[in-house]
């Protein structure tokens, strides 16, 4: 399969609305099968891509958020914690921080927060492309040294098979409640860097 060139930018905060804009386009289709309610769905973007929550994680370096694009389109995103911040989400009972596979980690943690790409770029080599983008920053960031990639899959997300095949192993369920009781059921999956 021929694959599309993609371009990456690291994202500052006058990217905020692209990130809105391709999360508004994604988000919805991948999780509309999956949450229990326009209510949630309604939670969960506003919790994940409001303006102040974009502007706090991408100022503070919570998360590093790369913009994928086709020729000038954008076209999906990724976004990734370092060990060095994963450390101080240890106070938040939701942070993936406090999972005990990240506490008992003989690695050190990235974890790929988000992959997301627009439907119409799928089946294309473009998600490989993505995907390989977040290894290389995590090995970039690492230094060559050994490091862990985690990622949080909803178990109903077809996506889980995507990941498999790129060599990523599931290693634990995992549920947790947000607010309003709202609950998210992931495998926590990972792969070994360097």
């Not at 909803?154 to 599931?170: C, D, I, T």
């Amino acid at each position: 399969m021929e694959k599309d060139p993609i371009k990456f930018k690291k994202c500052g905060i006058e990217d905020i609305p692209i990130i809105q804009s391709i999360a508004r386009e994604i988000f919805p289709d991948t999780f509309a099968s999956i949450l229990k309610s326009d209510e949630q769905l309604d939670f969960m973007m506003n919790m994940m891509y409001g303006d102040n929550t974009l502007t706090r994680d991408i100022s503070s370096g919570a998360q590093n958020f790369y913009l994928a694009f086709l020729g000038d389109k954008p076209c999906g995103y990724i976004s990734i914690t370092t060990p060095d911040y994963l450390d101080k989400e240890k106070t938040d009972p939701t942070s993936p921080a406090n999972l005990p596979i990240i506490k008992k980690a003989e690695r050190p943690i990235y974890i790929l927060h988000k992959v997301y790409l627009s439907k119409e770029m799928h089946g294309r080599g473009v998600g490989r492309q993505l995907w390989k983008h977040a290894v290389d920053i995590i090995s970039d960031m690492a230094k060559g040294k050994p490091v862990m990639m985690l990622l949080q899959v909803n178990r109903e997300n077809p996506a889980v098979k995507f990941y498999e095949h790129l060599g990523m192993k599931k290693v634990v369920k995992y549920d947790f409640v947000f607010d309003h009781g709202y609950e998210m059921n992931d495998y926590v999956m990972t792969l070994d860097i360097n």
